[in-house]
């Protein structure tokens, strides 16, 4: 074992939106020199059980809004600076981009404050993936010019003036959040006097063989009798690019996603 007083570096590190072969050639390199790996909830199976050092401790420190069980970040905090000052090499790894609505901040400020090196590498984020994915072009030219990514786990986190601007803005809208508040987004927008030209497109599972993508009017999604069926990690997008879908869609969900991952997978592995 090193000695106790090295410190090696942490690393914050994007896994990518599902698909474990959107994964970073960077994060993939560190993670093959790992020490130990500290994963969240989303990251995917595969990446760690065949991307990683095999001498690797793998940590689960997943986290899950509102229900099921959640590592506390402060148990986070005290695992990267632990092992670190062991003289390890950490990887903190988590699903999509590290730096887009997760909890880095903390995590940089233990670090500094505790003067351990660290290196950030950014990873597809969930609405990239999903975008892609779906064939939807988030700034297609001549019907959106910008995107904004929007978080909504809790009512009070967008106030009614900020509803009011996303209501009647021709920026792309991308929502992360969890399958639940879906309905209330869309309530939200349509008080607002949303544009009767814009679409929702809501995928499930994006970039794995669980993909499920569902276009919408606003309306017809608002009368809805059940807006809790689909299946977390969900994201969002609205505006008029969601258009694009039905002429740029290269998975569908006619075809099997499963079937197409797995002619995928085998075709690069040959």
């Not at 909504?152 to 209501?167: H, N």
Request: aromatic share 8%; hydrophobic share 40%.
């Amino acid at each position: 074992m090193s000695s106790s007083n090295k410190i090696v570096k942490v690393i914050l590190a994007g896994a990518g939106p599902g698909d474990p072969e959107l994964i970073t050639l960077k994060t993939l390199r560190y993670l093959q020199e790992a020490d130990v790996v500290l994963a969240d909830r989303l990251v995917s199976a595969e990446i760690l059980n065949c991307y990683v050092n095999p001498r690797a401790e793998i940590i689960y420190v997943g986290k899950q809004c509102r229900k099921g069980e959640s590592t506390p970040q402060s148990s986070i905090n005290d695992l990267m600076v632990h092992h670190a000052r062991l003289g390890k090499l950490v990887v903190r790894l988590k699903g999509g981009d590290v730096s887009i609505f997760s909890n880095i901040l903390d995590e940089l400020k233990i670090l500094v404050e505790e003067k351990i090196p660290y290196e950030i590498i950014p990873g597809v984020t969930a609405a990239l993936g999903a975008a892609a994915c779906s064939g939807i072009p988030l700034t297609a030219r001549g019907l959106s010019t910008s995107v904004r990514f929007v978080t909504y786990y809790r009512s009070d986190i967008v106030s009614d003036e900020y509803w009011k601007e996303l209501a009647n803005t021709n920026d792309t809208l991308v929502f992360y959040m969890s399958a639940e508040t879906l309905g209330s987004v869309v309530d939200h927008l349509l008080i607002n006097n949303i544009s009767a030209d814009k679409k929702l497109a809501v995928i499930g599972q994006a970039t794995t063989p669980e993909q499920h993508v569902a276009i919408y009017h606003l309306h017809e999604f608002a009368k809805k009798q059940n807006n809790n069926e689909y299946i977390s990690p969900t994201i969002a997008i609205i505006g008029k690019v969601v258009t694009l879908n039905e002429q740029f869609a290269w998975i569908t969900n006619n075809e099997s996603p499963k079937e197409y991952f797995r002619t995928s997978r085998t075709a690069v592995k040959k």
